[in-house]
């Protein structure tokens, strides 16, 4: 534990519910194998995951177990993650490739726990990492280019409808879910920013694979926490965050094609 070079696979204790249809069993197992394949996750900082999945027209079927989509810890065991997945039943009426693509984000939040120490903390440690777009955006980032790819739904460019107008004005706010809970719809404004640090590094002459290699792994690699992400956001990405958040006016209007990743550009380049 606590050894971030370690290169021993992570453990999967899963209970999928029998109330999920058969197909979505099937798609969940060949997602894991692809993300597994992409995003290896090993026992640096914690040792396995127990995964709850159910469709939400039955009572939560597992004691102990709240519903909803999240990660959290397993019966107060600090070396494992609680992986819930509660699957809306109108997904499978409306054919909504959520039910899918909630498993690729809760699953690259297992990803940044591996990488980041200080992601397995509670977040009223003084030492965690919680900041809400750093976190978020990336996630729904990695959901929509991995919707794209094997879905060929372009999810991240419709969440682009949704960006709010205080990411020009005021974007600490989505330093916070508290701050920002009620105004960032379906991460899309933390998608926004990500993707505007991701236009800006490439600005600076970097290319995008490795603009998005700074911001969804390197980033978080170098263990950012309450205390220091701020001077490593400058060591990472070479411009403060004051300087990040002066920029994102020039890019209110240009809310959608201007900032989206390349059609070309694959998870598989990027990890």
Known sequence: MNDPNNTTPVTFTENVHSSLAESWVIEYNTIKENLLTIFPLYQKYYLGIVVYAWNDNVEDPYSGVDGGAYISVEDDDE?????????????????????????????????????NLHMNKSNSDPTSFDTKW????????????????????????????DVHSDVFTSPTKFESHDTSRDIDTNYSSSIFLVLVLAKELQ?????????????????????????????????TFNMTLDEFYTILPNYNGQKNADVLPTATLKLEDIF
């Open 79 to 115: 070396t494992m993650k609680r992986f819930v997945m509660e699957i809306p039943n109108q997904e499978f009426s409306g054919n909504s490739f959520h039910r899918y693509s909630v498993i690729v984000h809760e699953y690259f939040h297992c990803y940044q726990q591996s990488l």
């Open 134 to 161: 750093l976190i978020e955006g990336p996630a729904a980032v990695v959901e929509g280019m991995y919707t794209k790819e094997y879905y060929g739904d372009n999810y991240t460019a419709e969440s682009q409808n």
């Open 203 to 235: 600005n600076s002459g970097l290319t995008e694979t490795k603009s998005f290699q700074l911001i969804l792994r390197d980033y978080m690699a170098k263990n950012p926490n309450k205390d220091t992400w701020k001077t490593l956001f400058t060591e």
